[in-house]
């Protein structure tokens, strides 16, 4: 299983675009915890993690994003899962993550 990544940081909206591809499950979640942890060290902001192109995520992977969830709310930063497909949709609403993950837009 694989899994790219690709992040930039919008200065006009003061907030990361981090962008997943492919699969997040045991082999791949300490890659996406790299990503989400050296952005948020780069600068403390908002991470909108977008998931259109995910296709997978296991709960090691929904473990790295709680995880990182807690850390940036110590200095009030929020993570946002954007378009999740509907297969991590279901993931997420079983487990109510959706409530504090997910956007309304």
């Not at 991470?47 to 929904?62: A, M, Q, R, V």
């Amino acid at each position: 299983m694989s899994l790219q990544m690709k992040s930039s940081y919008n200065n006009e909206l003061g907030q990361w675009e981090l962008v997943a591809k492919g699969e997040v499950d045991i082999s791949t979640a300490p890659q996406l915890r790299e990503y989400l942890d050296g952005a948020y060290r780069e600068k403390k902001a908002d991470i909108l993690l977008h998931l259109d192109e995910l296709n997978y995520i296991d709960s090691t992977g929904l473990g790295v994003i709680i995880g990182a969830f807690g850390r940036m709310q110590e200095s009030d930063n929020r993570i946002k899962l954007i378009n999740p497909r509907d297969n991590i949709r279901k993931l997420l609403n079983i487990t109510s993550l959706d409530r504090i993950l997910c956007s309304d837009h």
